[in-house]
Structure formats: C-alpha cells, structure tokens
C-alpha cells in the first residue's frame, strides 16, 4: 500500500548553506576517526596474551560487533546529514533486494547498504545471527541479537542499541487517529496493524523503522518495553540518564486516540503520551 508523505518530515532538498554543510562534514570525519580508533583497540587487543581463549573470542565478538555499529551509524550520520534523509526514510534493504522500506526514496539515496551512498555492509542484526537464540541466557547475544526475556510465554530479542533517539509514534499529525493497536501484551500483532491501517496519521514511524529492519522485528507493546526495562543492566545500551524526554522509549500499545504508552527508564514510570511527540525506540523480536 501507499502511505501518503508528511509534510511536516518530507524529504529535504540539500541545499542547506556551507555552514551546515561543514558541520556535517566534520562530524562524518570525526565518525571515522572514532571507527579506526576501535579498530586500532581491537587489534591490540586481540594481540593481548592475557585472558582464557573463551574470554578472547567473547571479546573479539563483542569488538567485531562494535566495528559493526560504528560503521553503520556512520552510515546513518552521512544519510541524516549529506543525504537528508529521515527515519522514515532510511532504507536497510539487503542486497538480495529483502527488508526494503516502502518510504524509501527509490533512487536509493537514503539506502544504508548502498554502496554509493550509505556504504555500510550488512552484519549484525541485519543478518540471521549464526548461533542458536534458544540457548542464550538473559543478556546473552549473538551476532548484535541479546536475548531480553520472556514475556507472555514468549522469548523476546532486542538489539544492543537504540535505532532511534527521537522519532514520533505517528507521522508527527496532530490528527491523532484511534488505532487498532490497542494490545498491551502483543507488539507484533500491534505493529502489523499499523502498517495496515489507512488512517490520516499514516506513515506510523516508530513501527515502520521497526519494520525496517527485517520482517521479524516489531515495536514492542507496552508489556514488552517493560521486559526492556526490567532486564536494562543485562541488555545495555539503553538512555537512562539526562534530561527527562531522552530517557523515554515508545511502546507499540495505543492507549487512546491521542496517546501511546511509554516508558521513563530512567523514572521507571509508564504513561501515556501524545502520539506526535519524538521519543526513542529499542525494537524487538521473537525466536
């Protein structure tokens, strides 16, 4: 189906002034110079006599995934910055042409795993990860996969990052649609309405980036973002520190036509919050 753009986040045209220009420019640079950096501490390390071989090949995973993050949040940096593009725009389609983003530019521009423009190459979570996902313990990960915990008898996988620090549940419209992601337990069945639905608040944001990282990956219900939350020390990764809005995190639970449930992981507070407001979202997904 077609979603109809917002104008309030349409693409932007780069013809931002020189200024900003460089200052994008300069945060790329610094990007990749924090890149070599890690790359630099991974060799060494790896070098290291110290440590059981176990406790080598965990840190050379966890290194490798690291390099993995870095390079694709330069990637993002120089879509978001150079290339204009939005969250709801940025593409993570693989090269075999699966988990495309329907809000894509299709001239590829705001592609991550483009060659000639995001540049980053497919690891992590945005492959199957190479180990069982049953066996991990709570905290465990595999391949940027961390087992998170169980939740309505379910076993639920995060990513070791956030995928957005500021996105809103909707399409930023003050319209405020009543929706039919009304569950508190299943964010799946909750973010696969969204897609759905052809209300006025259409593209839903924070479930479409979900969305965008593979077909298994949903926006978590309001029972799921607590599992998060409960199991926050073992996961990582997560903001609970600073100014109030930057620690809250969307659920894919509709509590009314205006708001959305989210969490404080700082507070430890569930609320509603109106649905066109930008909070950050930790994505989820079953075995």
Not at 55 to 78: D, P, W
Not at 127 to 149: F, I, K
Not at 236 to 251: L, N
């Amino acid at each position: 189906m077609k979603y109809p753009r917002n104008p309030k986040i349409c693409y932007k045209e780069i013809s931002h002034n020189k200024h900003e220009s460089g200052n994008i420019l300069f945060l790329i640079l610094i990007a990749v110079i924090l890149f070599a950096a890690l790359s630099f501490a991974v060799t060494y390390s790896s070098n290291s006599s110290f440590g059981t071989t176990e406790g080598e090949n965990q840190k050379m995973s966890q290194a490798v995934l690291n390099n993995c993050e870095t390079a694709i949040n330069i990637a993002l940096l120089r879509l978001r910055g150079t290339g204009g593009c939005d969250d709801s725009e940025l593409n993570y389609e693989l090269p075999d042409g699966t988990n495309a983003n329907p809000q894509a530019p299709a001239d590829g521009h705001c592609n991550v795993f483009h060659p000639l423009y995001g540049g980053a190459t497919p690891c992590g979570a945005y492959t199957e990860p190479g180990c069982d996902l049953t066996a991990l313990p709570v905290g465990g990960s595999c391949d940027g996969v961390v087992y998170a915990g169980e939740s309505s008898g379910k076993r639920i996988y995060t990513a070791t990052a956030d995928h957005s620090n500021g996105i809103t549940w909707n399409n930023a419209s003050m319209s405020l649609d009543d929706t039919p992601a009304d569950s508190t337990s299943d964010g799946k069945t909750n973010t696969s309405a969204l897609s759905l639905f052809a209300g006025t608040d259409v593209p839903y944001l924070a479930a479409q980036l979900c969305l965008a990282q593979g077909s298994k990956w949903y926006l978590p219900s309001r029972d799921e973002l607590l599992l998060l939350y409960a199991n926050k020390a073992s996961i990582g990764g997560f903001s609970d520190t600073g100014p109030a809005d930057s620690m809250v995190y969307w659920s894919s639970s509709e509590e009314d036509s205006y708001n959305a449930f989210t969490h404080n992981f700082g507070s430890n507070v569930t609320q509603g919050r109106r649905k066109d407001l930008a909070f950050s979202i930790r994505c989820v997904r079953q075995d």
